[in-house]
């Protein structure tokens, strides 16, 4: 329905739409909707994006990334978010924007080629954990302690929420390593799957995004060598707080794009579609709705891209980006409520995608932040300032 602004993609950026596109087309649209059933995707999904290059965009060429903008992350995200299925586009970015990240930002040289490469290449996947039973968003507040013991640490505690718990063979760890310090006090751990205490405790069953494991993770006195410190000690918030404004753009440009396609097959259906003897698209009410979800939406996608164009030009953008979350993800909400709603009683049917989009879409405006949090975070960063 609408072409991509030439101010930000240039002809090497489209052509690697058309890459990521005729993938999904090819080797995930047609098997979604049994990942969805199943309850879990493939781990081989990444090994294949792996050799295609999709997985180290932004990453160092060294370790097998291909050093591309954010405006190829935005690409890449933009094209996975079509396949009507958020749950694996967000299993997927997990890996490559919310957790190896980590490892590319802070890590050591040793760190980044032992784990920057197969992680890269598919043959092993990421996660990040820092969510916790007692308080998902308060990072400050986080349990989980880790205790200088000899030539490493000691992990305690437990995560909940955690994306690619199944599939993930690395996994990035906040825990307290001084509990008197409040947020100066936590610390980022590479914890490897098989670490003796480490388990999964429980894969839990969520409303939507079925295709994406999550998990609960437990710790109990999980021995960590000192090399998998991740960065300082006592720097873990600040390298999350980084990260967040990664996340929370991925999560506004998830939101867009995957309101894109449900609000083209809501169109698609509303010219199809006849109800007192003309098509449901022509009844005044529900073009003119269209229209204003269709315009919503476009401005949602402009300040998506501007919070990109804010954050790549390396100012803080966490007033930006919130705002670009906020936005979007409580449009996506909105747009899934109303495009069902012109489905009528089939859009309550799991055989029509836009039942799963209105499913999938509830977490977005809680997941990498709730909308709350960001009105806190534009009201007293961007707001209340000089």
Avoid at 48 to 68: A, C, H, K, T, V
Avoid at 349 to 369: A, K, L, P, S, V
Wanted: charged share 25%.
């Amino acid at each position: 329905m609408f072409t991509a602004p030439s101010r930000y993609f240039n002809q090497e950026h489209e052509i690697f739409r058309e890459q990521v596109r005729s993938f999904v087309d090819k080797e995930i649209e047609p098997y979604i909707d049994q990942w969805e059933e199943e309850r879990l995707f493939p781990k081989s999904v990444y090994r294949r994006m792996g050799e295609l290059g999709f997985l180290g965009i932004r990453l160092p060429e060294e370790y097998g990334g291909s050093e591309g903008d954010i405006w190829m992350t935005l690409v890449f995200c933009e094209e996975l978010c079509r396949c009507h299925a958020l749950g694996l586009p967000m299993s997927v970015l997990v890996h490559t924007d919310m957790s190896t990240t980590h490892i590319a930002r802070y890590g050591t040289p040793q760190q980044k080629d032992k784990y920057l490469r197969p992680l890269i290449s598919g043959e092993q996947v990421c996660a990040i954990a820092v969510s916790e039973p007692s308080g998902g968003s308060n990072v400050a507040g986080i349990q989980t302690t880790a205790v200088r013991d000899g030539d490493g640490y000691v992990l305690n505690g437990a995560k909940i929420f955690i994306t690619n718990s199944v599939h993930a063979d690395t996994f990035c760890v906040a825990a307290k390593t001084n509990k008197d310090l409040g947020h100066k006090g936590v610390s980022m751990f590479i914890v490897e799957r098989d670490s003796p205490g480490f388990q999964l405790a429980k894969k839990l069953r969520k409303m939507g995004n079925h295709s994406s494991d999550t998990g609960e993770l437990v710790f109990e006195d999980v021995r960590v060598p000192r090399d998998n410190l991740l960065g300082e000690e006592g720097r873990g918030f600040y390298y999350i707080m980084q990260n967040f404004q990664d996340e929370r753009l991925i999560a506004a440009s998830m939101a867009v794009s995957a309101s894109q396609r449900a609000l083209e097959d809501t169109i698609r259906y509303t010219r199809e579609r006849e109800t007192f003897g003309k098509r449901v698209f022509d009844h005044q009410a529900i073009g003119h709705r269209l229209a204003d979800l269709a315009t919503k939406l476009e401005a949602a996608r402009q300040l998506t891209y501007y919070a990109a164009d804010v954050l790549s030009s390396g100012r803080d953008a966490s007033t930006e980006v919130s705002m670009a979350k906020l936005y979007a993800t409580e449009l996506a909400n909105e747009l899934a409520y109303e495009c069902l709603q012109f489905h009528g009683g089939y859009g309550y049917m799991e055989e029509f995608h836009i039942e799963r989009f209105y499913r999938d879409m509830r977490m977005t405006n809680i997941g990498g932040g709730t909308s709350e949090i960001m009105r806190e975070i534009i009201a007293y960063r961007g707001l209340d300032r000089d």
